[in-house]
């Protein structure tokens, strides 16, 4: 089993509509969570960090964490063509200074016109 | 804020040389620096990890002594590939972490593409 899975997609959204993207991770231990927005032939760009269960809204993104069912989501509200791109979802255990990401391998979201 | 760079960009070496590649955190101090590698349509993978002042921790199967990691300061890490074959080229990434954000944060470099001929 990963440590960290997605969906591979491609997630084909038509744009002004909500993206959904999910992630389940298999380290009770986990406390840090965050998604990074990758475009093709760049680096990762970190969008959203969630540390507490619940929901934390940034704009037209919103993360979602449960870890009772060690899964987090996040939701990208009224798509645009500029947020296709793979979505990168990260867990770490916290507390440990040298403590690494564990990465999915990736969401493919094509938001099309 | 929590701006990464990496110098160069794009860099093109002959087989056998050796290249290094600096990343520097701009505005934040970066108490730990990570270096990824990335082939085409793959996932990111982790090479090493370095806090500043120590030794790097390598990932299982990389290379110390062809990939060099000194961490001398808080905001800077280099890394040097060394005897470099056409199979090295790839992405090359850096992370810092450190306060710039929430205390837990990781901000990407934007990459130097190592082409090997």
């Known amino acids: 089993q990963k440590e960290v899975e997605q969906n591979s997609g491609p997630l084909s959204v038509p744009e002004g509509a909500i993206a959904s993207l999910n992630c389940t991770y298999s380290?009770?231990?986990?406390?840090?969570f965050f998604w990074y927005r990758q475009y093709s032939g760049k680096s990762p760009e970190l969008i959203m960090s969630?540390?507490?269960?619940g929901d934390k809204e940034d704009g037209r993104f919103t993360a979602q964490l449960n870890k009772a069912s060690q899964y987090v989501s996040l939701l990208i509200r009224d798509s645009q063509p500029s947020d296709s791109a793979t979505y990168l979802c990260?867990?770490?255990?916290?507390?440990?200074?040298?403590?690494?990401?564990?990465f999915g391998a990736g969401t493919q979201v094509v938001v099309t016109p | 804020g929590a701006v990464v760079s990496q110098h160069p960009s794009r860099v093109i070496c002959k087989s056998g040389t050796s290249v290094k590649i600096e990343c520097r955190s701009l505005?934040?101090?970066?108490?730990?620096m990570f270096w990824y590698r990335q082939f085409p349509k793959q996932s990111l993978m982790l090479m090493a990890t370095s806090n500043e002042g120590s030794k790097a921790t390598y990932e299982q199967g990389v290379e110390k002594d062809k990939f060099l990691i000194n961490h001398a300061s808080l905001t800077l890490s280099t890394l040097t590939v060394t005897s470099a074959h056409p199979e090295d080229s790839s992405f090359y990434i850096c992370?810092?972490?450190?306060?710039?954000?929430?205390?837990?944060?990781?901000?990407f470099g934007p990459g130097t593409r190592l082409t090997v001929t």
């Open positions: 969630i540390y507490s269960n």
């Open positions: 990260a867990v770490r255990r916290g507390g440990n200074s040298w403590g690494k990401l564990q």
């Open positions: 505005d934040f101090q970066a108490t730990t």
């Open positions: 992370s810092a972490r450190g306060s710039a954000g929430g205390p837990h944060e990781q901000y």
């Open positions: 380290d009770r231990g986990s406390q840090s």
